[in-house]
């Protein structure tokens, strides 16, 4: 059996955009999740952090790449990141992004 500590360190954050609160609006939410995780256990996190079902999860990982920094001229390595599109069963909602929109 999982622990909570576990699946928080499987989703970091929610991802707030506008982008994403269109998604919440078709019960999709999207959160940045740890790189090394597998769809298995974003879907275990979020079915017991939240309480809901899950019916689907996409993933997009982004690579690791090197950005100039504009102010000091020095290059910039930017770790890999990691989104899941969590689609949950219709009527039901994760609060975090309700309370957000307020």
């Known amino acids: 059996m ?3 500590l576990v699946h928080q360190n499987t989703i970091i954050k929610p991802v707030v955009t506008e982008k994403s609160y269109s998604l919440a609006a078709l019960d999709k939410y999207v959160f940045q999740v740890d790189p090394a995780a597998s769809k298995y256990q974003i879907k275990k ?3 017991d952090l939240f309480k809901v079902n899950v019916l689907s999860i996409n993933t997009i990982k982004h690579a690791a790449r090197t950005v100039r920094s ?3 001229g020095r290059h910039i390595s930017l770790p890999v990141d990691k989104k899941a599109v969590v689609r949950i069963k219709k009527g039901q909602k ?3 992004f309700n309370a957000l929109k307020s």
């Open 70 to 72: 504009a102010k000091t």
């Open 45 to 47: 996190a979020v079915e």
């Open 94 to 96: 994760i609060e975090i």
């Open 2 to 4: 999982s622990t909570p």
